[in-house]
Protein backbone atom coordinates (compact mmCIF):
# COMPACT_ATOMS: atom_id res chain seq x y z
CA UNK A 1 0.00 0.00 0.00
CA UNK A 2 1.26 3.58 -0.82
CA UNK A 3 0.33 4.95 2.75
CA UNK A 4 2.02 4.87 5.54
CA UNK A 5 1.39 2.27 8.21
CA UNK A 6 0.57 5.59 10.95
CA UNK A 7 -1.89 7.05 8.59
CA UNK A 8 -3.01 3.64 7.59
CA UNK A 9 -3.87 3.01 11.09
CA UNK A 10 -5.84 5.92 12.10
CA UNK A 11 -7.82 5.54 9.00
CA UNK A 12 -8.65 1.85 9.62
CA UNK A 13 -9.20 3.16 13.44
CA UNK A 14 -11.46 6.12 12.37
CA UNK A 15 -13.98 3.86 10.39
CA UNK A 16 -14.28 1.11 13.23
CA UNK A 17 -14.62 3.83 15.95
CA UNK A 18 -17.49 4.75 13.64
CA UNK A 19 -18.97 1.45 13.27
CA UNK A 20 -18.05 1.32 9.33
CA UNK A 21 -15.93 -1.25 9.89
CA UNK A 22 -15.70 -3.97 12.43
CA UNK A 23 -12.23 -4.60 14.85
CA UNK A 24 -9.72 -6.63 13.04
CA UNK A 25 -9.17 -9.26 15.61
CA UNK A 26 -7.81 -12.19 13.99
CA UNK A 27 -4.18 -13.09 11.77
CA UNK A 28 -6.50 -13.01 8.84
CA UNK A 29 -8.34 -9.34 9.40
CA UNK A 30 -5.22 -7.11 8.11
CA UNK A 31 -4.80 -9.24 4.92
CA UNK A 32 -8.39 -9.32 3.92
CA UNK A 33 -8.80 -5.41 4.79
CA UNK A 34 -5.79 -5.06 2.46
CA UNK A 35 -7.53 -6.97 -0.31
CA UNK A 36 -10.69 -5.26 0.55
CA UNK A 37 -9.00 -1.52 0.19
CA UNK A 38 -7.19 -2.44 -3.06
CA UNK A 39 -10.33 -3.69 -4.31
CA UNK A 40 -12.07 -0.19 -2.94
CA UNK A 41 -8.90 1.81 -4.44
CA UNK A 42 -9.39 0.19 -7.83
CA UNK A 43 -13.09 0.84 -8.06
CA UNK A 44 -12.93 4.73 -7.45
CA UNK A 45 -10.51 4.92 -9.66
CA UNK A 46 -12.14 3.10 -12.58
CA UNK A 47 -15.26 5.16 -11.94
CA UNK A 48 -13.02 8.83 -11.78
CA UNK A 49 -11.41 7.63 -14.92
CA UNK A 50 -14.90 6.78 -17.10
CA UNK A 51 -17.17 10.16 -15.03
CA UNK A 52 -13.65 12.38 -16.32
CA UNK A 53 -13.45 10.97 -19.74
CA UNK A 54 -17.31 11.15 -20.23
CA UNK A 55 -17.84 14.89 -19.56
CA UNK A 56 -14.59 15.24 -21.41
CA UNK A 57 -15.70 13.97 -24.74
CA UNK A 58 -19.16 15.50 -24.52
CA UNK A 59 -17.31 18.74 -24.45
CA UNK A 60 -14.80 18.45 -26.91
CA UNK A 61 -17.09 16.48 -29.40
CA UNK A 62 -20.52 17.98 -28.85
CA UNK A 63 -21.97 19.74 -32.36
CA UNK A 64 -21.28 22.98 -32.34
CA UNK A 65 -17.29 21.83 -32.29
CA UNK A 66 -17.76 18.47 -34.84
CA UNK A 67 -20.67 19.27 -37.16
CA UNK A 68 -19.42 16.37 -39.21
CA UNK A 69 -18.90 12.88 -38.09
CA UNK A 70 -15.26 11.66 -38.36
CA UNK A 71 -13.93 8.01 -39.23
CA UNK A 72 -11.58 7.00 -37.16
CA UNK A 73 -9.42 3.68 -37.80
CA UNK A 74 -8.34 2.74 -34.51
CA UNK A 75 -5.29 2.24 -32.68
CA UNK A 76 -3.65 -1.10 -31.86
CA UNK A 77 -1.79 0.74 -29.14
CA UNK A 78 -4.56 2.05 -27.27
CA UNK A 79 -6.36 -1.14 -27.49
CA UNK A 80 -3.60 -3.58 -26.20
CA UNK A 81 -3.18 -0.82 -23.55
CA UNK A 82 -6.66 -0.81 -21.86
CA UNK A 83 -6.87 -4.64 -22.33
CA UNK A 84 -3.62 -5.04 -20.55
CA UNK A 85 -3.79 -2.61 -17.81
CA UNK A 86 -7.00 -4.56 -16.32
CA UNK A 87 -5.59 -7.71 -17.14
CA UNK A 88 -3.05 -7.33 -14.59
CA UNK A 89 -4.64 -5.87 -12.39
CA UNK A 90 -7.62 -8.29 -12.30
CA UNK A 91 -5.09 -11.41 -12.12
CA UNK A 92 -3.28 -10.04 -9.65
CA UNK A 93 -6.54 -9.50 -7.60
CA UNK A 94 -7.53 -13.01 -8.59
CA UNK A 95 -4.10 -14.24 -7.02
CA UNK A 96 -4.13 -12.82 -3.99
CA UNK A 97 -7.81 -13.45 -3.61
CA UNK A 98 -7.27 -17.15 -3.96
CA UNK A 99 -3.97 -17.43 -1.76
CA UNK A 100 -6.06 -15.34 1.28
CA UNK A 101 -8.93 -18.04 0.05
CA UNK A 102 -6.11 -21.25 0.67
CA UNK A 103 -4.95 -19.92 3.95
CA UNK A 104 -8.49 -19.31 5.43
CA UNK A 105 -9.65 -22.62 4.75
CA UNK A 106 -6.91 -24.71 5.19
CA UNK A 107 -6.28 -24.81 8.98
CA UNK A 108 -2.71 -25.46 10.63
CA UNK A 109 -2.21 -28.93 11.88
CA UNK A 110 -1.86 -28.31 15.39
CA UNK A 111 -5.37 -25.98 15.49
CA UNK A 112 -7.98 -26.96 18.27
CA UNK A 113 -11.47 -28.31 17.16
CA UNK A 114 -14.69 -26.76 18.02
CA UNK A 115 -17.53 -28.32 16.87
CA UNK A 116 -20.46 -25.60 15.49
CA UNK A 117 -23.95 -27.26 14.82
CA UNK A 118 -26.43 -24.68 13.14
CA UNK A 119 -30.44 -25.50 13.34
CA UNK A 120 -32.82 -22.81 13.42
CA UNK A 121 -32.46 -20.64 14.87
CA UNK A 122 -29.41 -20.85 16.89
CA UNK A 123 -25.85 -22.02 17.15
CA UNK A 124 -24.47 -24.95 19.02
CA UNK A 125 -20.60 -25.03 20.06
CA UNK A 126 -19.35 -27.94 21.71
CA UNK A 127 -15.68 -27.88 22.49
CA UNK A 128 -13.43 -31.16 22.76
CA UNK A 129 -14.23 -31.01 26.70
CA UNK A 130 -17.50 -31.08 26.34
CA UNK A 131 -18.29 -27.76 27.23
CA UNK A 132 -21.64 -26.46 25.12
CA UNK A 133 -22.85 -23.49 24.20
CA UNK A 134 -25.54 -21.60 22.90
CA UNK A 135 -25.34 -18.70 20.78
CA UNK A 136 -21.93 -18.34 22.04
CA UNK A 137 -18.16 -19.47 21.43
CA UNK A 138 -15.66 -18.94 23.79
CA UNK A 139 -12.00 -19.16 22.13
CA UNK A 140 -8.17 -18.67 23.32
CA UNK A 141 -6.21 -15.86 22.05
CA UNK A 142 -2.97 -16.67 20.12
CA UNK A 143 -4.53 -20.22 19.37
CA UNK A 144 -5.32 -21.44 15.84
CA UNK A 145 -8.90 -22.49 16.23
CA UNK A 146 -10.60 -25.01 13.44
CA UNK A 147 -14.57 -24.82 13.71
CA UNK A 148 -15.97 -27.79 11.74
CA UNK A 149 -19.49 -26.60 11.18
CA UNK A 150 -22.72 -28.82 10.15
CA UNK A 151 -26.48 -27.83 10.35
CA UNK A 152 -29.33 -29.84 11.25
CA UNK A 153 -31.53 -28.64 8.87
CA UNK A 154 -31.14 -25.82 6.37
CA UNK A 155 -28.54 -23.95 4.70
CA UNK A 156 -26.54 -21.72 7.35
CA UNK A 157 -23.45 -19.70 7.30
CA UNK A 158 -21.10 -19.17 10.00
CA UNK A 159 -19.60 -15.79 9.85
CA UNK A 160 -17.77 -13.44 12.01
CA UNK A 161 -16.99 -9.75 10.69
CA UNK A 162 -14.00 -9.18 13.41
CA UNK A 163 -12.23 -12.40 12.13
CA UNK A 164 -13.41 -11.87 8.66
CA UNK A 165 -14.15 -15.19 8.29
CA UNK A 166 -17.13 -16.98 7.11
CA UNK A 167 -18.24 -20.34 6.02
CA UNK A 168 -21.60 -22.57 5.14
CA UNK A 169 -23.11 -24.59 7.77
CA UNK A 170 -24.53 -27.14 5.37
CA UNK A 171 -26.74 -30.17 6.67
CA UNK A 172 -25.04 -34.12 6.07
CA UNK A 173 -21.06 -32.07 5.48
CA UNK A 174 -18.86 -31.23 7.25
CA UNK A 175 -17.31 -27.90 6.54
CA UNK A 176 -13.93 -26.30 8.26
CA UNK A 177 -13.01 -22.84 8.48
CA UNK A 178 -9.54 -21.48 10.82
CA UNK A 179 -9.23 -18.15 12.63
CA UNK A 180 -6.31 -17.24 15.17
CA UNK A 181 -8.01 -14.28 17.95
CA UNK A 182 -5.81 -11.83 18.08
CA UNK A 183 -7.62 -9.05 20.63
CA UNK A 184 -9.46 -10.65 23.56
CA UNK A 185 -13.10 -8.98 24.11
CA UNK A 186 -16.25 -9.75 22.45
CA UNK A 187 -17.54 -9.98 18.92
CA UNK A 188 -20.68 -10.61 16.53
CA UNK A 189 -21.27 -13.59 15.50
CA UNK A 190 -24.07 -13.81 12.98
CA UNK A 191 -26.04 -16.10 10.50
CA UNK A 192 -24.83 -14.99 6.34
CA UNK A 193 -27.61 -17.57 4.59
CA UNK A 194 -31.19 -16.45 4.71
CA UNK A 195 -32.27 -19.46 6.36
CA UNK A 196 -35.93 -18.74 7.65
CA UNK A 197 -38.60 -16.49 9.58
CA UNK A 198 -36.15 -15.95 12.49
CA UNK A 199 -32.76 -15.72 10.27
CA UNK A 200 -32.14 -12.51 11.79
CA UNK A 201 -32.16 -13.19 15.21
CA UNK A 202 -29.37 -16.64 14.91
CA UNK A 203 -26.69 -14.17 16.03
CA UNK A 204 -24.09 -14.63 18.65
CA UNK A 205 -20.85 -13.72 20.27
CA UNK A 206 -17.48 -14.54 20.33
CA UNK A 207 -15.12 -14.12 23.50
CA UNK A 208 -11.62 -13.93 23.21
CA UNK A 209 -9.95 -15.06 26.07
CA UNK A 210 -6.63 -15.22 26.68
CA UNK A 211 -5.12 -18.99 26.84
CA UNK A 212 -4.95 -18.67 31.10
CA UNK A 213 -8.83 -17.78 30.86
CA UNK A 214 -9.82 -19.82 28.44
CA UNK A 215 -8.52 -22.95 30.79
CA UNK A 216 -10.49 -21.44 33.60
CA UNK A 217 -13.43 -21.07 31.61
CA UNK A 218 -13.24 -24.64 30.01
CA UNK A 219 -12.75 -25.93 33.94
CA UNK A 220 -16.03 -24.37 35.12
CA UNK A 221 -18.20 -25.13 32.24
CA UNK A 222 -17.36 -28.22 31.39
CA UNK A 223 -20.33 -30.77 31.87
CA UNK A 224 -17.88 -33.55 33.25
CA UNK A 225 -17.93 -35.30 30.30
CA UNK A 226 -15.95 -34.76 27.14
CA UNK A 227 -17.52 -35.41 23.79
CA UNK A 228 -15.03 -39.03 23.13
CA UNK A 229 -16.57 -39.93 26.93
CA UNK A 230 -20.49 -39.00 25.57
CA UNK A 231 -19.56 -40.91 22.36
CA UNK A 232 -18.39 -43.97 24.66
CA UNK A 233 -21.45 -44.06 26.33
CA UNK A 234 -23.43 -43.56 23.29
CA UNK A 235 -21.41 -46.36 21.61
CA UNK A 236 -22.13 -48.85 24.10
CA UNK A 237 -25.64 -47.75 24.24
CA UNK A 238 -26.56 -48.01 20.35
CA UNK A 239 -24.68 -51.67 21.22
CA UNK A 240 -21.79 -50.87 18.45
CA UNK A 241 -19.84 -53.20 19.93
CA UNK A 242 -21.79 -55.99 19.35
CA UNK A 243 -20.19 -55.83 15.72
CA UNK A 244 -17.15 -53.80 16.38
CA UNK A 245 -16.07 -55.56 19.18
CA UNK A 246 -12.62 -56.23 17.41
CA UNK A 247 -12.71 -59.83 18.15
CA UNK A 248 -11.34 -61.89 15.17
CA UNK A 249 -14.32 -63.51 14.30
CA UNK A 250 -16.32 -59.96 14.89
CA UNK A 251 -19.21 -59.02 12.57
CA UNK A 252 -17.48 -55.54 12.00
CA UNK A 253 -14.15 -54.45 11.53
CA UNK A 254 -12.82 -53.08 14.79
CA UNK A 255 -12.53 -49.27 14.71
CA UNK A 256 -9.15 -48.63 16.88
CA UNK A 257 -6.93 -46.78 14.65
CA UNK A 258 -9.23 -46.50 12.23
CA UNK A 259 -8.99 -42.53 11.94
CA UNK A 260 -6.56 -41.11 10.18
CA UNK A 261 -5.45 -44.04 7.55
CA UNK A 262 -6.37 -45.20 4.51
CA UNK A 263 -9.50 -47.17 4.14
CA UNK A 264 -9.26 -50.28 1.48
CA UNK A 265 -13.32 -50.29 1.15
CA UNK A 266 -15.51 -53.65 -0.36
CA UNK A 267 -15.80 -52.27 -3.48
CA UNK A 268 -12.41 -52.10 -4.74
CA UNK A 269 -11.50 -48.27 -3.95
CA UNK A 270 -9.58 -46.81 -0.96
CA UNK A 271 -10.74 -43.48 1.39
CA UNK A 272 -9.04 -41.41 3.59
CA UNK A 273 -10.72 -41.62 7.15
CA UNK A 274 -11.70 -38.44 8.84
CA UNK A 275 -14.47 -37.42 10.54
CA UNK A 276 -16.33 -36.79 7.73
CA UNK A 277 -15.90 -40.25 6.67
CA UNK A 278 -16.70 -42.05 10.00
CA UNK A 279 -19.92 -40.07 9.97
CA UNK A 280 -21.11 -40.99 6.52
CA UNK A 281 -20.26 -44.55 7.81
CA UNK A 282 -22.43 -44.56 10.06
CA UNK A 283 -25.37 -42.63 8.51
CA UNK A 284 -24.93 -44.65 5.15
CA UNK A 285 -22.56 -47.60 6.16
CA UNK A 286 -24.00 -49.80 3.35
CA UNK A 287 -22.09 -47.01 0.47
CA UNK A 288 -18.80 -47.63 3.12
CA UNK A 289 -18.24 -51.16 3.72
CA UNK A 290 -14.19 -52.11 4.58
CA UNK A 291 -13.05 -54.90 2.97
CA UNK A 292 -13.54 -58.32 3.78
CA UNK A 293 -16.46 -57.66 5.75
CA UNK A 294 -20.45 -58.10 4.44
CA UNK A 295 -22.76 -54.85 4.27
CA UNK A 296 -25.13 -56.31 7.06
CA UNK A 297 -24.74 -52.73 9.22
CA UNK A 298 -28.24 -50.89 9.09
CA UNK A 299 -28.24 -47.26 8.57
CA UNK A 300 -28.44 -44.81 11.81
CA UNK A 301 -29.99 -42.48 9.77
CA UNK A 302 -32.45 -40.91 12.05
CA UNK A 303 -31.65 -42.79 15.00
CA UNK A 304 -28.40 -40.01 16.64
CA UNK A 305 -28.59 -36.85 16.30
CA UNK A 306 -25.67 -34.11 15.13
CA UNK A 307 -24.53 -34.22 18.40
CA UNK A 308 -24.57 -37.62 19.00
CA UNK A 309 -23.07 -38.63 15.73
CA UNK A 310 -20.50 -35.93 16.80
CA UNK A 311 -19.35 -37.28 20.04
CA UNK A 312 -19.53 -40.91 17.99
CA UNK A 313 -16.75 -39.72 16.02
CA UNK A 314 -14.72 -38.05 18.40
CA UNK A 315 -15.07 -41.40 20.48
CA UNK A 316 -13.91 -43.60 17.46
CA UNK A 317 -11.25 -41.04 16.62
CA UNK A 318 -9.56 -41.83 20.47
CA UNK A 319 -9.42 -45.65 20.01
CA UNK A 320 -5.43 -45.86 18.96
CA UNK A 321 -5.13 -49.36 20.81
CA UNK A 322 -5.66 -52.26 20.31
CA UNK A 323 -5.79 -53.07 24.36
CA UNK A 324 -9.23 -54.62 25.83
CA UNK A 325 -9.02 -51.90 28.85
CA UNK A 326 -11.73 -52.70 31.58
CA UNK A 327 -12.27 -48.97 32.12
CA UNK A 328 -15.70 -48.22 33.83
CA UNK A 329 -17.76 -45.71 32.41
CA UNK A 330 -18.53 -44.58 35.75
CA UNK A 331 -14.83 -43.84 36.68
CA UNK A 332 -14.26 -41.71 33.67
CA UNK A 333 -12.58 -38.65 34.31
CA UNK A 334 -13.24 -35.18 32.63
CA UNK A 335 -10.37 -35.07 30.49
CA UNK A 336 -9.70 -34.92 26.47
CA UNK A 337 -8.12 -38.35 26.17
CA UNK A 338 -10.10 -41.01 26.50
CA UNK A 339 -9.13 -44.72 27.12
CA UNK A 340 -10.49 -47.52 24.66
CA UNK A 341 -13.98 -48.60 26.15
CA UNK A 342 -14.22 -52.29 26.71
CA UNK A 343 -14.73 -54.04 23.80
CA UNK A 344 -12.61 -52.34 21.46
CA UNK A 345 -10.00 -54.57 20.94
CA UNK A 346 -7.94 -55.80 17.92
CA UNK A 347 -6.94 -53.70 14.88
CU1 LIG B 1 -29.18 -19.49 9.75
Known amino acids: MPISPVI ?15 AEASTVAPQMDALFWVLVLISIF ?60 NPPANAMN ?10 KAEHPG ?56 TYDIFCTQYCGTAHSAM ?28 GERLFSS ?3 NACHSGAPDARGPSLAGVYGTKLQLANGGDVYVDEAFLRQAILSPSQHVTAGYSPIMPTYQGQISEDGLIDLVEYIKTLHTDDRNQQTLTNSTPTNAVTPAAGMVKP
Open 130 to 185: GQHEINALHVPMGVPVQLTLISQDVFHSFSVPAFRVKREAIPGHYNTVWFEATKTG
Open 203 to 230: IGTVTVLTPEEYKAWAASSTSGMSLAQN
Open 46 to 105: GTVLVVALVIYFSARYQKDNHPVAEDIEGSTVLEVTWTLIPLILFMICFVWGALLYFRIF
Open 8 to 22: WQFWQKWLTNFGLLP
Open 238 to 240: MQC
Open 114 to 123: IYVVGKQWMW
